[in-house]
Nanobody, 123 residues
Framework: QVQLVESGGGLVQVGGSLRLSCAAS????????MGWFRQAPGKEREFVAA????????YYANSIGGRFTISRDNAKNTVYLQMTSLEVEDTAVYYC????????????????WGQGTQVTVSS
């Protein structure tokens, strides 16, 4: 099964940018649809973005408002989340996830999860 390790989180000021990375190991990375989720303190985990196994299709939560971009490099077994114009409300633990069944872009079911990386946006 695939193993996922997120990195790139940290403390950033409002309006700043961060790029999260999620490195995968195990079965061929290109077999998996990938997604990013986040969970803020006291809230349920919510979907952020998804990308198809080829990278040709992406899908975003409406709340992101065009500020984030998901991408992948199958040669490096890595998926990225570029976050710009960060807001205090973006503070959360961000998780990447892998879907081995290649479900549709808007399907929220995923099979494997990373441990998460903390993003804190300060005012």
């Amino acid at each position: 099964q695939v193993q996922l390790v997120e990195s790139g989180g940290g403390l950033v000021q409002v309006g700043g940018s961060l790029r999260l990375s999620c490195a995968a190991s195990g079965p061929p990375f290109s077999d998996y649809r990938m997604g990013w989720f986040r969970q803020a303190p006291g809230k349920e985990r919510e979907f952020v973005a998804a990308i198809s196994w080829t990278g040709g299709r992406t899908y975003y939560a409406n709340s992101i408002g065009g500020r984030f971009t998901i991408s992948r490099d199958n040669a490096k077994n890595t998926v990225y989340l570029q976050m710009t114009s960060l807001e205090v409300e973006d503070t959360a633990v961000y998780y990447c996830a892998a879907d081995e069944h290649r479900r549709d872009s808007d399907d929220l079911q995923y099979d494997y999860w990373g441990q998460g990386t903390q993003v804190t946006v300060s005012s």
